[in-house]
């Protein structure tokens, strides 16, 4: 009996520390805008379906999934939503790629914390890269990154 209740005790001690140390994660999904008709990445957590459909936007596609509590370790960096409002869009941006001041010149604004990203690929575990593209929006477009 005592052995029982010891090894549930246990059990339970892990199955806590488990729950402690697990990260929030969040489904980052592609969307086509309904402003530029080119690709944005909206985090599962920014919207319903429903919201999000009512707002104009169409083709959703999962992409990966992202850390919303903040993992261990210095490779780490808060990923950032920026919305440009000539166009009624935004852009995800990774606190060390570009700093403030550069994007608010640029006529970004309302600067929100979405999610946490490795900078680069940890040596271990099952992680890929995910890269930007510049839109291709013509010469010109205010909503061209």
Not at 37 to 64: E, L, M, R, S, V
Not at 121 to 140: C, Q
């Given at each position: 009996?005592?052995?029982?209740?010891?090894?549930?005790?246990?059990?339970?001690?892990?199955?806590?520390?488990?729950?402690?140390?697990?990260?929030?994660?969040?489904?980052?999904?592609?969307?086509v805008s309904p402003v530029?008709?080119?690709?944005?990445?909206?985090?599962?957590?920014?919207?319903?379906?429903?919201?999000?459909?009512?707002?104009?936007?169409?083709?959703?596609?999962?992409?990966?999934?992202?850390?919303?509590?903040?993992?261990?370790?210095?490779?780490?960096?808060?990923?950032?939503?920026?919305?440009?409002?000539?166009?009624?869009?935004?852009?995800?941006?990774?606190?060390?790629?570009?700093?403030?001041?550069?994007?608010?010149?640029w006529g970004y604004k309302?600067?929100?914390?979405?999610?946490?990203?490795?900078?680069?690929?940890?040596?271990?575990?099952?992680?890929?890269?995910?890269?930007?593209?510049?839109?291709?929006?013509?010469?010109?477009?205010?909503?061209k990154d």
């Open positions: 009996m005592k052995t029982k209740i010891l090894f549930i005790a246990i059990l339970l001690q892990i199955i806590t520390l488990s729950l402690i140390n697990a990260q929030q994660m969040v489904d980052v999904n592609r969307w530029v008709g080119d690709f944005t990445t909206i985090p599962a957590n920014k919207g319903t379906d429903a919201q999000i459909t009512g707002w104009g936007y169409t083709n959703k596609i999962f992409q990966y999934k992202a850390y919303l509590t903040k993992p261990a370790g210095n490779n780490v960096a808060v990923v950032n939503r920026w919305e440009m409002p000539f166009c009624k869009d935004f852009i995800l941006i990774a606190e060390h790629e570009i700093t403030d001041q550069q994007m608010t010149s309302n600067k929100e914390f979405v999610f946490y990203a490795y900078k680069t690929k940890p040596a271990s575990g099952a992680f890929v890269a995910v890269s930007r593209w510049i839109n291709a929006l013509p010469a010109g477009s205010s909503c």
